[in-house]
């Protein structure tokens, strides 16, 4: 079995907790030292519970707290080369476990599979995480799908896919054109509708759990995105979540 929650999601932190058996991980942290034990808190966790801290990429919202809370708790901190050398941090009091962003690796009760995506940062990863025949894919922070990361996210029993942003919202927001282009160009972020047709490129026929996240405060609306998801042809199996920026989502299960 596997479980999952999150956090919070959005542009404002980003924090993941997967579990199984003894190992409870998390992916990327966002967040400060007092926010993220408050929000562990209200899951039923703490940090003393972690078996390490799994990273995506270097971008601010999702390592700010990665590195205070390893060092604080003693935490193995598992990234890859790009991404360290991009966060700009001494490695005095670390337990760093350099990654290569192709190759699986174990952590207690998983096997891990990172894999590479677009985005605007020095060697970005994205993960599955696999316990027993349960597989959850995280798919955030990408610009535009690749065949690879499709075929990493398919047969899934969960998945956490970025819904970033409305293409006309964020074309009729008050940010700068460069912003603008940076979000929407393919190393930026998933489009809603763009996110909605990964999912007819992979299999899910599996999958139990789906989960928006990453969501635009600015650019998006979590109801829009669940129209989107409720309108596809032929539907999803499972149940379907929008993760939020204050609340992230409660513990999912994959049995």
């Not at 907790?17 to 899951?43: H, K, N, P, Q």
């Not at 032929?234 to 609340?247: F, K, W, Y």
Request: charged share 20%; with cysteine; hydrophobic share 40%.
């Amino acid at each position: 079995m596997i479980r999952f929650a999150s956090l919070g999601s959005g542009s404002a932190g980003n924090a993941l907790l997967v579990e199984s058996g003894a190992t409870c991980l998390m992916l990327d942290c966002g967040f400060g030292l007092r926010e993220t034990a408050a929000r562990m808190l209200r899951l039923g966790k703490q940090p003393a519970d972690l078996a390490g801290i799994v990273v995506t990429h270097e971008h601010g919202d999702h390592v700010g707290g990665v590195f205070r809370l390893a060092r604080k708790h003693g935490l193995p901190v598992w990234i890859t080369h790009g991404t360290w050398i991009g966060c700009r941090q001494e490695r005095a009091g670390l337990d760093l476990r350099i990654i290569d962003s192709h190759l699986p690796f174990a952590v207690g009760d998983f096997n891990i599979h990172p894999f590479p995506v677009p985005h605007d940062a020095r060697e970005p990863v994205q993960y599955v995480f696999c316990a027993g025949e349960r597989r959850l894919g995280v798919l955030t922070d990408i610009g535009e799908p690749t065949a690879h990361v499709c075929a990493m996210l398919s047969g899934c029993d969960g998945l956490v896919l970025e819904f970033n942003h409305d293409a006309g919202q964020l074309a009729r927001s008050a940010y700068p054109l460069s912003l603008k282009r940076r979000i929407a160009g393919r190393l930026g972020h998933l489009e809603n509708e763009v996110a909605a047709a990964l999912l007819g490129r992979i299999d899910c026929s599996r999958l139990q759990h789906l989960v928006a996240a990453h969501l635009s405060e600015r650019n998006n609306q979590p109801e829009l995105v669940q129209s989107i998801l409720d309108a596809l042809p032929g539907g999803l199996p499972g149940n379907i979540l929008v993760a939020s920026q204050e609340q992230g989502f409660d513990w999912c299960c994959l049995s």
